[in-house]
C-alpha cells in the first residue's frame, strides 16, 4: 500500500456527489468509537483532580501517571496492531474489552499510588489492543470504499472522528453527573459502559472480516524502522498528540485559577465535542478540495499552536471568573479545529505508507511513537506548570510544540499530488 500521500478527496465534484453510505460493518465500527469514548471520557478528564486533589499526589507525579496511561494505550499500539494483522480483529477486541472492564473495577478502588499506575496501565493497554484493531479495519474499509467509487476515504474517517467526539461528549457529562457521588462510581459507571460494549461485540462482530488477510507477526518492524516518511508522520503526529493532551494536564490547572473550580471542564469538553459533531464533515469537506495532506495538518498544527498562545497572552493579565474563561474556551476552540485537520488526514494517509497486509502494525506505529513523546513530554509538562514560571510562559513553549511539528511532517515524492487529484 505504499504510495504517495493522498490528497484529501478524490475532487471537490466528486466529494459533493458521493453520499457517506456505510457497510454494515463499518456502521458498527463507527458506532464502536462512540460507545468506546462514552466509556473513556466518563473517566479521564476528572482523573487529574482525582490524582492531585483527593490523593494529594505532585504535580509532576500526576503529569507522569497521565503520561504512563498514554504511553501504554498509544505506545503499545504497536502490538495491538499486530496481533489484529495476525489474528483477526475480533479476538484482540473482545480481550481489550475485557481488560478495560478490570481496569476501571481496580482504579476506582485503588488507594495508593502503585495500584492507581498498575490500574491506569491496564486501562491504557486495554485500547492498546482493541483501538488499533477497530482503527486499522475502519481505514482498510474506507480505501477500499473510495476504489469502488464510494468517495474519499478522509470523509469516513471523518466520520469515525465524529462518533468519537459524540462519546467524548456524552462521557464527561456522564462523568460530572457521578462524580456527585464519587470518583469511584464513575469508573465502575464507565466499567459498565464496556460491559455491555463487551456483549454486544461478541455478538455482531464478524468471526472473519472478508478479504482481510493474516500476515504473520514477525518481519515488519524491520521495513517500518526504514520507512522515513512514515516516521517523519509519527513524529509529527506525536507532536500534535502531546499539545492535544494538555486538555487533561494544563487546562484543568487553568480552569482552577480561573474559576477556583475545576465544574466548567465538563462545559469546555461539551464545547470541544460539540464542534467536532457540527464541524468535523463540513470542514473535511472543505479541505478535500483545497488542501493537500501535508497542507491541511500544517494548517492544523498552526490553529493548535494558537491555542496555547492564546492563553499565554493573557495570563498575565490575571483574569478570574467568567472572563477568565474566555482564553480557556479559546483554547478549546482552535485545539478543536486544528484537532479536525490533523488527525483524519494523518490516519488516511496511513495506508499510502503502510506494507501490504500491515496496515494494522503501521496504525499502531503512529499511535506508538506517539505515546513515546507524550510520555516525555507530559512529565516535563507537569514539571513547568510546578516550576513557578512567570505566568503564562508554559504556555508559550507548549505552543512551540506544534510548530515545530510542522517541519516534521513528510514531503510529498510525487508531482501529481495536488488539491483534487
Known sequence: MTGPAPSLSTGAAGARAAPTRLTPLLRLLVLTQLAFNIGFFAVLPFLSEHLGQTMGMAGWLVGLVLGLRTFSQQGLFVVGGALADRYGIRPV?????????????????????????AAVLLIGFAAALFSPAVESEVARQAVLREEEGGGPRTRVLALFTVAGQAGAFVGPLLGALLLAVDFRTACLAGAGVFVLVLAGHAWLLPQHVPGRARTRVGGGARLLLRN??????????????????????????????????QAPLAWLFALSSVLVVAAQLPLTHWAGGRLTARRSMTA???????????????????WTG????????????????????????????????????????????????????????????????????????????????????????????????????
Open 322 to 421: 467568567t472572563a477568565g474563561l474566555l482564553p480557556s474556551a479559546s483554547f478549546v476552540v482552535l485545539l478543536t479545529l486544528g484537532q479536525m485537520l490533523v488527525a483524519p488526514v494523518a490516519r488516511a494517509w496511513v495506508p499510502d505508507l503502510a506494507e501490504d497486509g500491515r496496515l494494522g502494525l503501521y496504525t499502531g506505529a503512529l499511535s506508538s511513537v506517539s505515546g513515546l513523546i507524550v510520555l516525555a513530554g507530559s512529565a516535563a509538562t507537569g514539571s513547568l506548570l510546578d516550576s513557578g514560571l512567570p505566568a503564562g510562559v508554559t504556555w508559550w513553549v507548549l505552543a512551540a510544540v506544534p510548530l515545530a511539528a510542522v517541519g516534521l511532517l513528510p514531503r510529498r515524492r510525487e508531482p501529481a499530488e495536488r488539491p483534487g487529484g
Open 93 to 117: 477486541v473482545l480481550t481489550g474489552c475485557a481488560l478495560r472492564i478490570a481496569g476501571f473495577v481496580w482504579l476506582g478502588y485503588a488507594g495508593r499510588t502503585w495500584t492507581v499506575i
Open 228 to 261: 522515513r516518511r512514515f516516521l517523519a508522520l509519527c513524529c509529527a503526529y506525536g507532536a500534535y498528540l502531546l499539545a492535544y493532551n494538555q486538555l487533561y494536564l494544563a487546562l484543568p490547572e487553568e480552569v482552577e485559577r480561573a474559576t477556583g473550580s
Open 300 to 318: 492544523g498544527l498552526v490553529l493548535v499552536a494558537a491555542g496555547f498562545a492564546a492563553v499565554g497572552a493573557a495570563r498575565p493579565l490575571g
